[in-house]
């Protein structure tokens, strides 16, 4: 866990995302897909990365979620639900700072997985864009790593993988915190401060 004041440079971070179903009426949005990526030191950890995908049950999915979610459905359909994941997941995910872009729904998603579980602290690099870079036109995740040069180091870490995709977006997720990490002025920024506690 961190701990009081713990330099972020030196933390153990794991970035997440999900691609989920979107909202339905009548549906609960779910996930179906998740990416984890270790930083560690300031530096993505490339060798320590999770992906899978999650079984969601017959339902209809919003046309306009994002990823390639028609094309996966017969192996959507046999892959373990997020459940059945969670003793493989926890080790990644408890006593771990977290982060993601926009963390509202992957911390939402986490929460309802494991109610009884504290994750967290969370890192927005949403947050940490908008007040670092408010003048980028967009700041959703591909158009920011893109907007940094940060592109090419996301595809060598994910190579064949696109935005979307849950395991490229953790990687670009985690890159981005590995930018922000070894800015200028941020040698001391604590996990405390990034995370807005």
């Not at 040069?149 to 590995?178: N, T």
Request: a negative charge; aromatic letters at 8%; proline letters at 6%.
């Amino acid at each position: 866990m961190a701990g009081t004041y713990t330099e972020a440079r030196h933390a153990c971070f794991t970035a997440v995302d999900f691609e989920t179903t979107g909202c339905m009426d009548g549906y609960a949005v779910e996930p179906w897909q998740i990416g984890l990526v270790k930083i560690s030191g300031g530096r993505v950890c490339s060798e320590h990365c999770f992906e899978s995908l999650l079984r969601v049950g017959e339902r209809p999915f919003n046309s306009h979620a994002p990823g390639r979610h028609a094309a996966l459905r017969t192996e959507i359909a046999a892959a373990p639900t997020l459940h059945e994941l969670w003793p493989e997941l926890q080790v990644w995910v408890r006593g771990c700072p977290m982060v993601a872009h926009n963390v509202g729904t992957e911390r939402g998603v986490l929460n309802r997985a494991a109610p009884l579980h504290r994750i967290g602290p969370w890192v927005d690099t949403l947050a940490l864009t908008r007040r670092t870079y408010p003048g980028l036109a967009s700041k959703a995740l591909e158009d920011v790593v893109r907007e940094l040069g940060l592109d090419a180091r996301v595809r060598s870490l994910c190579p064949g993988r696109v935005p979307h995709d849950a395991l490229f977006d953790a990687f670009a997720c985690a890159v981005l915190l590995e930018h922000f990490l070894a800015l200028p002025g941020w040698e001391r920024v604590t996990v405390e401060a990034l995370s807005g506690r």
